[in-house]
């Protein structure tokens, strides 16, 4: 027992861990994260499990505990509009807040960013988005692009080999963060097998379901003062279930998508077809006919009876 | 013959660590950071090789480690850092120090040319630019 505080003489005997929480301000990003983000319960729980090992880590490595850098490279998969580059966003956040990260950064690249046009041009490319990202996170969007196996040519694998080395060389100077849809990254891991093993944590973002989108498409028009009439909430949750049966859906977009869009067609009812003068009421007000308007309900248009 | 050149020139040679310090205060005050190499140390030699282009949108100054690391595997001979402060409307060397040297330094020689009337001009010339370029450091 005394040993213990003897030898606590510079280094702290005990490391308060839920002050260390709030002092890294990580509850602020975590209920950040609650509010900006619907659903998605796995991914949030997965962040809180990485946020809790990273204080864990960062209070040994204060107690003089054995830790050498933790492998912080992750994999991000979902369905197109799942929150993934949001989350990437906040996770470049968390690992600055808790000292991974020198800097609060994020540099999102595609394979066009880092794979050249011919013999040469790769290597210096790749080296270049490295170079800009150490110290932050990196951000690899639709990361199987990279690989293209059916062309043995393709200077794809030049990039991945120098990702590969700096993810494994840098450590500490940089973290990647791998972006794709689920089907094709499996593909993408399979056949660069070193992706794989170098990535601590593989996220997988499910889809949302018709009450999430709902309440996402509510809390992207209050954000822009608009609200959605009762009759076209009801259009809404309509069109929201009809739209996820329809190809190309891809969650959240889609539902900015269509609130664009209806946003286009409540202001051309207001220029063209409204009687007299506007109330600030009638500018934020989207009503059932301006969502209803919609290809989605085409195919049922004789059901609904409107024009 | 231990060269010495540019800022920092009356210390021993930096270490990495210390490198990283150096090139992290002239990204935080916004200068660009560039590296060169050469195999002829002449002291008026001040047009030294380009590795690459200067590093103008790089905030940490691992990503210029990253390219130091490149440079000195592939070039033989001096290595130098240079921070180009563009804010006077021109680029201007802030910082210019040596990063790198090869293992052997042979030095210089001194030539004394008698002239007419008891005159003498002296000359140095870098031993190692008695072989051709690229050759001169292994």
């Keep these: 027992m005394t040993d213990i505080v003897d030898t606590s003489a510079s280094p702290p005997a005990a490391i308060d861990l839920k002050a260390e929480f709030g002092e890294a301000g990580l509850a602020d990003m975590l209920s950040a994260l609650d509010d900006e983000l619907f659903g998605l319960k796995p991914v949030k729980a997965r962040i809180r499990e990485i946020a809790a090992l990273l204080l864990v880590e960062r209070a040994r490595r204060r107690l003089g505990l054995t830790s050498g850098p933790p492998t912080l490279h992750m994999s991000f998969t979902g369905n197109p509009g799942t929150g993934k580059t949001t989350v990437a966003l906040r996770m470049a956040g ?38 800009k990202a150490m110290g932050g996170v990196l951000f690899i969007d639709e990361a199987y692009y990279l690989s293209r196996p059916e062309n043995e040519r393709d200077y794809g694998q030049e990039s991945i080999e120098i990702l590969l080395q700096v993810m494994e060389n840098h450590r ?26 170098r990535i601590g944590h593989h996220i997988t973002f499910p889809d949302y379901d018709d009450e999430e989108l709902v309440a996402i498409g509510d809390l992207i028009l209050s954000k822009e003062d608009y609200r959605l009439s009762a009759d076209a909430k009801e259009a809404f949750t309509r069109y929201v279930a009809l739209r996820k049966t329809q190809p190309h859906f891809a969650n959240a977009r889609s539902v900015r998508n269509a609130l664009d869009r209806a946003r286009l067609r409540q202001a051309n009812r207001l220029v063209h077809g409204h009687p007299g003068a506007v109330t600030p009421d009638d500018l934020m007000t989207i009503e059932a006919a301006d969502i209803l308007a919609s290809r989605v309900f085409a195919p049922s248009l004789v059901d609904e009876g409107s024009p | 013959m231990h060269l010495t050149q540019g800022c920092f020139s009356f210390l021993p ?53 990253l390219a130091l690391a490149d440079c000195r595997k592939h070039a033989n001979g ?11 409307g021109w680029e201007s060397v802030r910082l210019s120090f040596i990063v790198g040297r090869p293992k052997d330094e042979p030095g210089f020689r001194l030539t004394r040319q008698e002239g007419a009337g008891r005159t003498i001009h002296y000359t140095t010339q870098p031993y190692a630019v008695d072989r051709p370029e690229g050759e001169r450091y292994r």
């Design chain 1, 172 to 197: 500490a100077d940089l973290v990647v963060i791998l972006a794709g849809y689920p089907d094709r990254m499996e593909t993408f891991f399979a056949s660069n097998p070193g992706f794989r093993s």
């Design chain 2, 78 to 88: 001096y290595i130098r850092l240079s921070a180009f402060d563009s804010s006077p």
């Design chain 2, 13 to 65: 040679d930096l270490t990495d660590a210390q490198i990283v310090q150096q090139i992290q205060y002239c990204l935080d005050n916004g200068w660009a950071v560039n590296i060169e190499f050469t195999d002829d140390p002449h002291p008026r030699n001040t047009y030294w090789e380009m590795w690459g282009q200067p590093m103008f949108d790089i905030a940490d100054a691992q990503g210029v480690m």
């Design chain 1, 94 to 131: 968390i690992l600055h807040r808790l000292g991974f990260t020198r800097r609060e950064q994020l540099i999102a690249v595609t394979r066009d960013d880092l794979v050249g046009q011919y013999i040469g041009h790769t290597a210096p490319k790749t080296k270049e988005v490295l170079k």
